[in-house]
Structure formats: structure tokens, C-alpha cells
């Protein structure tokens, strides 16, 4: 094991990879249930969902940790999934099949852009101090996730703030609003705001002692809290609704429903919505893709997990020789197979952060996420104890640590400065880390244009910088 990880060499322990492994498991896990959830209201059968995340989940994240050997873990990405049900199925009118076929293609179009190293091309393409904005955005996003999960956040909104409303059986399953709405500290008068405040203080205190394992014993001590003060309700647990043989019985229908008559043979058939197919698997691959470049641009860097060498090797090197080669390359395959299965995108997962914040370094953190989600189909009702205000500390607590990255900007120059901040602010309170870097791009490429700077730009960022638009555009259009 020491051999395959080369734990000695990236400084870490079996022990410290294992609990990272559980840390980024528990910071990630809300997925199965939240996952299902989303893509149910599309018509997909709630147990197959279920278990098609599971499936996707840890094949991807087992080859992140066996072929790449990073810290990374993958799922059906969250935002992704939102588009998947909400844009695709709902607002233009597709079948969820369809909209499976459209997930497929997306994760060819990645894998063909990894090989052939236009990913890698993007990458070089991105300037230093934004790649420093996308670290210290993600730790935005992900304190901001952790914020709104534990609840200390509460948002009101008169009736003019509602710009759509989603009805299902004659209930309102979701509502979109627009800048009306208002943000707000909670108020403390709830056991589970208490129990996420007592979370946070916990988790706070074991971090800055550098307890080891401080993230893991922050969620497993605010879970027993929670037990104890009835907001963990362990009588409540039902295994037979959740039970593996009914999610295996549902998978029949979504597996390999993306190649069955109403998926990919029929997308093409009506010449008209050509357009409109393409640039929809344009979307979901640009998120796709943006998405995981961030992720381990933002985590990487600074943590030493991809090296100097690494990012030398990832200039000059062809097929898939360095590190972050065959971490792209994981992260490719993972979307086409989790469409087979039946479930929206599968990226790797800005939670990983957590992992990595207890000291994973190596692809052995992976496999222990990996492990801990196929066992996750026998011990799901359990796993579903530990509530989102135990998880909640660890998510803001790494985010407060990702925010370092901001030191390096140069915020004395507005050039610099402008792009970096709203990548940054718009990765975190558009809940997106594709439209912050989109966002970012943008002011980047224009600040170059107004100083006279073009030519600065490179030829990457330009074309980027111009789908971002296209695809701006192609949703305010739909």
C-alpha cells in the first residue's frame, strides 16, 4: 500500500488517509438522498436514482483514487442535477431518457477534450491571479454551503420576488425568485441551529488544537449531541422503504435507458431542435468541465497535491503521464458512466476539500470514499442519521482555510483585482464555480481589451471566454 500510494512521499499516513477518507464521505454524503430527490421530480424512479448515484460515486471515485492517486472523490454534481430537472426535462420539454442521452455525450465530448489536451490547454490559458481568485472562491462556496446547510442563514422575500414556481400533484415543490430576496442571520430559537452552532464551536475548537482527526470527531460528536437533543431521531430510521433489493428492482429502468428509444435515437430525429440539443450538451459540458478545473486548481495548489512537476508535466507531457492528466481524465469517464446507470453528471466534488482539509493527500483517501459508498446501499438508513448540521462546521471550517489563497492577489490593482473578486463572490453566491470562473473570464478578457492589453489574452481564453457568453445568451433565450 505504502508502495501504490507512495503515502512516505506525499508526507501522510494510512490512519490520516482513512480518516480524510470518512471526512470527505460524511461532507459529501447528503448526495444520496439530495441527488435522488432532484431527479425524481423529472419522472426518474426515486430507489433507481438512489442507486445509480451510489454506482456512479464510487467507480468514479475509485478510479480518481487507483488510476490518479489524488484525494478527490465524484458524484452526480449538485447545480447540474438542478439543470438536468428544471432546465432540460421541465423547461425545454425533454424526456428525463433524452436528457440521460445529453449527460452521455456531455462525458464523451469531456473524455475526447482531456485526450487530446484541450483541457489541459484551458488550464495553462488561465492567468495566476485568477487561478488564486478560483482557490479562494471555492473556499467562498464552500463556507457559503455550509452556511445555508446548517441553517444560520434565513432569506425572505415578498410576492413580487418570485419569478417561477414549480407544481407538482398541486404542491409547490420549489420557487425562483429573483434579487428580491434577502439574506438574514437566523434566529436561535431552534434545537437544530443549536445544534449547528454547538457543531461549529466544537469542530472550531479540535482544529485550532490540532486535534488529529479534528473534522471526522466534529461530525461524529455533533451527531450524539443531535441524539441527545432529539433532533437525530434514531427511531425514525426505515430500512425497508431504503432497502437494496427495491433500489436494484428500479434500476432496471433507468440502466441504459439513455441509449432505449426515447434517449439518444430519438434526440436527433426532429432536425429543427438540433441546435437546441447541442448547445444544451454545451452547457452541461462547460459546467462539467469548469466545475472540476476549479476544484483542482482551487485545492491542489495550495495543499502541494499537484506539485511543480505536476503542473510542468501537465505543459509538456503527452497522454496521460502526470498526475493531473489522469485526474481530468477520472473525472471524464465518471460522467458517461453514471449516465448508463441513470443519474446526471458525476464531478468531482469541491467537498473533497474536507478530506484533504484532515490531511488526505493520496488516491487511498479515494478508495475509502469509494468503499464507504458501496456500503452506503446496505447501511444507507444509517448513514442518513448523521444530519447536514454535523457536516456544516466541517464545510465552513475548510472554507475559512481555502480563504488564504486570497494573500496572493494584488488587490491595489484594479486590473487584477476586479476579475479575481468576481470570480470569487460569484462562485459562492451564485452557488457555481463554472459561472464564477465564467464571471471572471469575462471582466478579465474585457479590463485587457479597455487597456489596450489584448494581445495578453491568449487564443484559449478567448474562445472560452466567448462560449461563457454563447451560453449566457442560449439560457436567457430558453
Known sequence: MEKFFKLKENGTTIGTEVMAGFTTFFAMSYILFVNPSILAISGMPFQAVFLATIIAAAIGTLIMGLFANVPYA???????????????????????????????????????????????????????????????????????????????????????????????????????????????????????????????????????????????????????????????????????????????????????????????????????????????????????????????????????????????ALEDSKGLNSKMDRALFADAIATSIGAVFGTSNTTTFVESAAGIGAGGRTGLTSVVVAILFLLSSLFAPIIGVVPPQATAPALIVVGVMMLASFKEINWSSLEEAVPAFFASIFMGLSFSISYGIAVGFIFYVLLKVVKGKAKEVSPILWIVTGLFILNFIILAVL
Open 74 to 312: 465524484q458524484a452526480p454534481g449538485m447545480g447540474l442535477n438542478a439543470f438536468f430537472t428544471f432546465t432540460v426535462v421541465i423547461g425545454l420539454g425533454y424526456t428525463w431518457q433524452q436528457a440521460l442521452g445529453m449527460v452521455f455525450l456531455c462525458g464523451i465530448i469531456n473524455i475526447i477534450i482531456t485526450v487530446t489536451r484541450i483541457r489541459k490547454l484551458i488550464i495553462r490559458a488561465i492567468p495566476e491571479s485568477l487561478q488564486h481568485a478560483i482557490g479562494g472562491g471555492i473556499g467562498i462556496f464552500v463556507a457559503y454551503a455550509g452556511l445555508k446547510s446548517a441553517n444560520l442563514l434565513s432569506f425572505s422575500a415578498d410576492q413580487g420576488a418570485i419569478t417561477n414556481a414549480v407544481v407538482e400533484d398541486g404542491e409547490v415543490t420549489n420557487v425562483f425568485m429573483n434579487g428580491g430576496i434577502v439574506p438574514s442571520l437566523t434566529t436561535f430559537n431552534h434545537p437544530e441551529v443549536i445544534l449547528a452552532v454547538i457543531g461549529l464551536l466544537l469542530t472550531i475548537v479540535l482544529v485550532v488544537l490540532d486535534v488529529k482527526g479534528a473534522i471526522l470527531i466534529g461530525i461524529i460528536g455533533t451527531t450524539l449531541v443531535g441524539m441527545m437533543m432529539n433532533v437525530v431521531d434514531v427511531s425514525a430510521i426505515d430500512f425497508e422503504s431504503n432497502s437494496l433489493s427495491s433500489s436494484i428492482k428500479e434500476l432496471k429502468t433507468t440502466f441504459g435507458a439513455a441509449f432505449g428509444a426515447e434517449g439518444l435515437p430519438s434526440l436527433f430525429t426532429d432536425k429543427a431542435k438540433i441546435p437546441q440539443v447541442l448547445m444544451t450538451i454545451l452547457a452541461f459540458s462547460l459546467s462539467d468541465t469548469f466545475d472540476t478545473i476549479g476544484t483542482f486548481i482551487g485545492t491542489g495548489r495550495r495543499t502541494g497535491i499537484f506539485s511543480q512537476e505536476d503542473e510542468e
